[in-house]
């Protein structure tokens, strides 16, 4: 009984030296944060005949990201290139701003660094870190599902995450599998903050995200603020463990009738435990979801789901990564699926050049 009532408390004793050196890191990451986003102004740090482009290893909406040599510093990087005029015209001005500086400001072990901003006459550029081990829904696709030790791993990183960025009084508003990256040991990098935003606690309107892992409040365009993000850690969780998320239809607008109805089928494989917080996360009403009630992310911590969980060993990445990417050196881009290659659009005169005065 007395070594039992020992280990308990020595238990106790180190979640709570954990938590205690949580918020020491969190007080000083925000002070950071802080000094940057007030100085934060517009200063290009490269510019295009810094980068040699080797190959796409992702496309989007507004233009791709490449694989680039830094020919100064003969490093590697993921050179986002946005198309200026396709920026505009879907009225994504303010998300590019707000992408930019708040990657600027921005420093966590499980987000990507941005390194490099610069424009030229028709494109805008970031120059990320290089995380070679790929997009998580890859992984996914290969694992058909991951186990629940697999998607403890990462979700608890995705949890730290958030609870860094929402200190910082930032909504990220787009997680899901094609968003996270692995590094070369395994831990996740989040990347693409094309959405996300500084709002300091205040209520955000805009729809905007993946369709399948919009919270109700965000279909219904009501006033919302970091609880959507809590509901986007319930589909991943969801999504890992099922190899599909929750709520899915060819029809969008019948996705979001299902997101509003909130009804969620659980397979048998899925343990009570998961399924809890799963649902937990998944609450219609935003009051009752876990992460946006009176505790916060200290609710979503202690749930019985992370129970084996050291959140600063996590943060230190002092866990074994459950799938450690397959690295040919430092330049390998096998874990990227293969992309058509496409010019880079050139203008002889400076497009847009208010609207992008400041970037």
């Avoid at 830094?70 to 001005?93: G, R, T």
């Avoid at 990098?189 to 965000?218: M, N, Q, S």
Wanted: aromatic residues 12%.
């Amino acid at each position: 009984m007395e070594r039992t009532a020992a280990s308990g408390s020595s238990s106790h004793n180190s979640k709570s030296s954990s938590a205690s050196d949580m918020r020491t890191f969190l007080r000083r990451a925000k002070k950071r944060f802080d000094e940057k986003w007030a100085k934060s102004v517009s200063v290009r740090t490269a510019k295009t005949d810094d980068f040699e482009p080797i190959k796409t290893v992702g496309t989007g909406h507004f233009g791709r990201v490449v694989f680039a040599l830094h020919k100064p510093s003969k490093k590697y990087y993921a050179l986002k290139i946005l198309e200026k005029s396709k920026v505009i015209n879907s009225n994504q001005l303010q998300h590019v701003k707000n992408e930019k500086k708040i990657l600027q400001c921005v420093s966590f072990p499980f987000l990507v660094n941005l390194k490099f901003n610069f424009k030229d006459n028709a494109n805008l550029y970031m120059a990320l870190d290089f995380v070679p081990g790929g997009e998580m829904f890859s992984h996914l696709q290969t694992c058909r599902k991951f186990n629940e030790s697999m998607a403890r791993f990462y979700t608890a990183q995705v949890v730290l995450s958030f609870e860094y960025l929402h200190h910082l009084g930032i909504i990220y508003r787009d997680l899901k599998p094609e968003n996270l990256l692995l590094d070369s040991r395994g831990y996740l990098k989040i990347t693409d903050f094309g959405f996300a935003k500084k709002i300091d606690h205040r209520r955000t309107w805009t729809r905007c995200g993946t369709t399948e892992y919009l919270a109700p409040e965000v279909v219904l365009r009501k006033g919302y603020s970091y609880s959507v993000d809590w509901w986007t850690v319930g589909i991943l969780l969801y999504e890992m463990t099922n190899g599909q998320p929750p709520f899915r239809d060819k029809n969008p607008e019948d996705v979001y009738s299902k997101i509003i109805a909130g009804k969620v089928t659980f397979p048998t494989h899925m343990g009570r435990v998961l399924r809890n917080i799963i649902s937990e996360l998944l609450k219609i009403d935003v009051t009752k979801r876990l992460g946006s009630r009176s505790s916060g992310v200290d609710e979503v911590k202690r749930h019985p789901f992370f129970q084996t969980i050291d959140w600063m060993a996590m943060l230190q990445k002092k866990y074994p990564a459950p799938i450690v990417p397959k690295l040919n050196g430092p330049i390998d881009t096998s874990n990227f699926q293969d992309y058509d290659e496409a010019p880079l659009i050139y203008s002889r005169t400076e497009l847009y050049c208010n609207e992008f005065e400041d970037f």
